[in-house]
């Protein structure tokens, strides 16, 4: 044996990373390279703890009902105090967390099923896919989206069910359109065309090359859409068209406040308007931090 040869024994090899360690190396350069995504990724923790743990860790039964101590101020038996049935607003918003955190989930994911897929083969077909997709965002879009959504939670039923599928179908439109416009620029591209040459189906190119590489602005739409989900589901609880009572959900708890804060019951209205908004707030800065870990071209 040669001494080169001994030497090239001697190398060591360089493992790569898996692609789950890789993801996780990315995820942490991300969030440490910026403050404001580090803080909306934890708070985005704290919610996503607290809808799973929210009902063991609620300090009272959130529907039991006791008028002697009704409307009381927050106090050490109530952080949060008491609403007009005497019921703890503490326990109500922790275990509101887990049904409103649903709703945002579901129907995120029903929409970018639904309308991300469609725009996805309405941008790569193009003619009468095109066609059909694009009018019924705009039949769709032709009504104000809240009024929409009351329209279809009213025909329905104001059930958790039918909330979602509203807010799925009122936020096809945005799914839809920003999913064609990236797949019809990137159905020519180089890597595109590399994946036809290779034998490719078209399902495997669609989900295998299109999908990945518009998934950073999908992700933004995403994060921007689990807050507007649970703003509507809220609005409609609002307007008595959400989940009915005596289930905790912070938009019932936030229109059953709003009539006592004129005499001077300002808690009931407040915590669960503070926790809706925290999450919103959440929701909306999650999208950059989202959108810089799934892009394949920044994970380097």
Do not use: C
């Not at 941008?123 to 095109?130: A, H, L, N, P």
């Not at 909306?284 to 799934?294: A, S």
């Amino acid at each position: 044996m040669t001494t080169l040869d001994i030497k090239a024994d001697a190398t060591p090899s360089v493992r790569r990373p898996t692609p789950v360690v890789a993801l996780l190396r990315h995820t942490r350069y991300v969030l440490a390279g910026n403050l404001v995504t580090a803080v909306a990724f934890g708070l985005f923790a704290i919610i996503v703890l607290l809808a799973i743990i929210g009902p063991w860790i609620a300090p009272y039964n959130p529907t039991a009902t006791n008028t002697t101590i009704a409307l009381q101020a927050p106090s050490a038996a109530h952080w949060f105090g008491t609403d007009n049935l005497g019921r703890d607003v503490l326990s109500r918003v922790l275990v509101a967390t887990r049904l409103d955190f649903i709703i945002a989930i579901s129907s995120v994911a029903l929409v970018f099923a639904l309308g991300g897929i469609a725009g996805i083969a309405a941008g790569y077909f193009g003619g009468w896919t095109d066609r059909i997709i694009s009018r019924l965002s705009d039949t769709i879009m032709a009504f104000p989206i809240f009024v929409l959504a009351m329209g279809i939670v009213a025909a329905l039923g104001n059930s958790v069910t039918n909330i979602v599928i509203a807010t799925a179908i009122v936020n096809f439109p945005l799914y839809a359109r920003i999913a064609r416009g990236e797949a019809n620029v990137r159905r020519n591209a180089g890597f595109v065309q590399a994946a036809k040459l290779s034998g490719n189906s078209t399902p495997r190119i669609l989900f295998g090359q299109i999908l990945p590489n518009i998934m950073p602005i999908m992700m933004v739409q995403m994060s921007l859409t689990m807050g507007y989900a649970i703003l509507n589901a809220a609005g409609l609880s609002f307007v008595g068209l959400g989940v009915r009572p005596p289930t905790p959900e912070w938009g019932i708890m936030v229109a059953e406040g709003a009539s006592y804060i004129i005499t001077g019951e300002w808690w009931m209205a407040l915590f669960p308007g503070a926790a809706l908004m925290i999450a919103v707030f959440t929701f909306n800065l999650l999208g950059d931090g989202l959108r810089d870990i799934v892009d394949p071209q920044r994970r380097t």
